[in-house]
């Protein structure tokens, strides 16, 4: 089974709905994270989070929200989508960044498209 | 703030060949560096982490270098193979927030 998990893969909403998107990580790691990529942008950072009560505003919040439900969930919701928020979107995870095992790993990511 | 570029965008080369793929970024006060190969449509997988305090890292075929008070490292491919064909991003952690990209190196090997 996978370490890092997103639901759903796939998602089409219309403009102006609220929309969540769900984090599950099995590798204990308390710094979970939310990206989104853009092509000719790469990827930026929307929040980030040490522990389920330290959340913090990444590059890119605005339009966004954010929830640390336990250590191994983290939730992103787009309160009212629109269309520029069309993107490709991941969660991480991660130890200590200055441990030897400050890997940041992956999920497979949420396809969004906001018509 | 910082800024990672890498260099070349795009790369096309035949199998066989040793290749180097390059990253630069602005601020050294970082963490760590980690290259990451990306496959269209799908998620990151990381290759190799370099702490701070590390020169250089190396997992079979590739071998990663870090020069922190230039801004630089270099990500070598040994011997390439079409199954190496994919996008390679570089990323730091400058701070205790996450990780700055660059904007990939897409890697075509020819066969």
């Known amino acids: 089974d996978a370490d890092v998990t997103q639901t759903p893969r796939n998602r089409i909403t219309k403009t102006g709905k609220r929309i969540m998107l769900e984090c599950s990580q099995t590798k204990g790691h308390d710094r979970m994270y939310w990206y989104r990529q853009d092509p000719g942008l790469g990827l930026r950072l929307i929040y980030y989070s040490f522990d389920v009560k330290d959340i913090n505003k990444g590059e890119i919040s605005d339009g966004y929200s954010v929830s640390r439900q336990a250590q191994a969930k983290f939730s992103l919701s787009l309160e009212s989508a629109i269309p520029n928020q069309t993107a490709l979107y991941f969660c991480?995870?991660?130890?200590?960044?200055?441990?030897?095992?400050?890997?940041?790993?992956f999920g497979p990511g949420t396809r969004l498209l906001v018509l | 703030k910082q800024e990672v570029t890498q260099i070349p965008a795009a790369l096309s080369v035949p199998e066989g060949e040793n290749l180097v793929l390059n990253c630069s970024f602005t601020d050294s006060a970082i963490y760590n560096l980690q290259w990451f190969r990306q496959d269209p449509g799908k998620g990151l997988t990381s290759l190799l982490l370099i702490q701070s305090s590390q020169r250089e890292q190396t997992s079979g075929r590739l071998n990663a270098s870090l020069d922190k008070s230039s801004g630089r490292s270099t990500l070598y491919i040994a011997a390439s193979q079409p199954g190496d064909s994919a996008t390679y991003l570089c990323?730091?952690?400058?701070?205790?927030?996450?990780?700055?990209f660059g904007k990939g190196t897409h890697l075509i090997i020819q066969p």
């Open positions: 990323a730091v952690m400058g701070g205790a927030d996450g990780l700055t």
């Open positions: 991480a995870t991660s130890d200590f960044p200055g441990s030897s095992q400050g890997t940041q790993y």
